[in-house]
């Protein structure tokens, strides 16, 4: 049975989720068109891509985007802190995912009713999340973790945080 797939002008006419994904300078072009793809699948409504973060067009980004990064809006900024601080004042709630001291498991995060605009930013493969960032969120959100390994790679990462805001937000 063949599967069926919206155009692409039909997906960007969807309705989005309130959902946005700050990139705070990631490194590899598979992981961004990794964000794109998964960007697509949960309707969220932009990719911010910051700083060092590659950018369409790019081969690398296309052959894991697989043309997500013709569905989903984006734009490039130059300094990830400015850009969260202007979300901030726009009434954005920012939620960093990233290990921290205080930080709320993943799973126990349900957005409150006057959180209605979710920015998830995601970090640098080795650095992470830029620490003025972590520092003036709103939430700090952690993917709990069992194995010997204490990171998962960020598009994983951002895929599994995806799914739980797009789980709790699509009701809205």
């Known amino acids: 049975m ?7 002008a039909d997906y960007r006419a969807m309705r989005k989720l309130p959902l946005r994904v700050l990139a705070d300078n990631i490194r590899s072009m598979h992981n961004i068109g990794s964000l794109f793809r998964t960007s697509d699948a949960f309707r969220v409504e932009e990719i911010i891509l910051a700083g060092i973060s590659g950018r369409p067009p790019h081969p690398e980004i296309a052959k894991t985007a697989l043309g ?17 601080r202007r979300l901030m004042r726009e009434g954005w709630t920012l939620c960093v995912l990233e290990q921290a001291h205080d930080s709320v498991p993943l799973h126990d995060y349900v957005p409150a009713a006057e959180e209605e605009k979710i920015v998830l930013v995601v970090g640098n493969e080795v650095n992470g999340v830029d620490q003025r960032i972590v520092d003036m969120a709103d939430r700090v959100l952690e993917i709990p973790q069992e194995g010997t390994k204490h990171s998962l ?7 599994i945080a995806m799914f739980h805001l797009y789980t709790a937000l699509r009701g809205r």
């Open 2 to 8: 063949e599967l069926t797939r919206c155009s692409v």
């Open 68 to 84: 997500a990064e013709e569905s989903v809006s984006w734009r490039h900024v130059d300094d990830a802190v400015d850009e969260a």
């Open 153 to 159: 790679n960020v598009a994983a990462s951002a895929a």
